[in-house]
């Protein structure tokens, strides 16, 4: 289940409260931090940091493959960098041994959801309506606020 859609996707009033919540958080944070500090061996926190850097530029790459109509290959960037096969790749089995529980739940809904994206994106070739395609996107960047919300490495 994932924690982050149920509480954000089917409830607009709650989203407005997150997002006055995030205003005042904003203000908030010159002074002080409230993220929890994870503490990564080194080696895997230079990677994982490197992992993160390459999942935005993902992003911008899908986004302009939507804007192209190659939704196949959208859904192919998504799959092999952030989705269930980046998981396996990428060694996030390990790395989740390290996060308190709801980071690593965090980081299983945004490979799930990008595999879910991957899916809609071919259904998007099919039928030529990307808007699924879009929405399915945004389940994914959710679980990057989420995470990057609540935690940060060390
Ligand atoms: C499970 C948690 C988690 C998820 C999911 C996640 N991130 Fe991160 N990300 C982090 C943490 C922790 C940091 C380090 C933040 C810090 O220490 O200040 C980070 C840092 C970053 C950075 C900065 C890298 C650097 O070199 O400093 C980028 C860019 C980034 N994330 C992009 C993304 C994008 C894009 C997504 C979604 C597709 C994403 N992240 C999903 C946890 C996550």
């Given at each position: ?16 409260q997150?997002m006055q919540?995030?205003q005042?958080?904003?203000?908030e ?25 390459d999942h935005?530029?993902?992003?911008s ?23 269930m096969?980046?998981?396996?790749l ?9 996060m308190?529980?709801?980071m ?14 991957a899916?809609?994106a ?22 990057c606020?989420a ?8």
């Amino acid at each position: 289940m994932a924690p982050v859609q149920a509480e954000q996707t089917h409830d607009p009033s709650m989203h407005m409260q997150h997002m006055q919540g995030m205003q005042t958080m904003g203000a908030e944070t010159a002074a002080s931090d409230t993220r929890a500090i994870v503490h990564f061996p080194d080696q895997m926190r230079i990677h994982t940091l490197a992992h993160m850097r390459d999942h935005l530029l993902a992003l911008s790459e899908i986004q302009e493959a939507l804007a192209l109509g190659k939704f196949e290959k959208a859904g192919e960037i998504a799959e092999q960098r952030l989705g269930m096969t980046a998981m396996k790749l990428h060694g996030a089995k390990e790395r989740s041994q390290y996060m308190p529980e709801a980071m690593a739940a965090i980081g299983s809904e945004m490979h799930r959801a990008a595999s879910r994206f991957a899916v809609a994106a071919s259904n998007a070739a099919v039928v030529d309506e990307v808007r699924p395609a879009l929405a399915a996107l945004s389940d994914v960047t959710r679980q990057c606020v989420a995470c990057h919300n609540g935690f940060r490495v060390q």
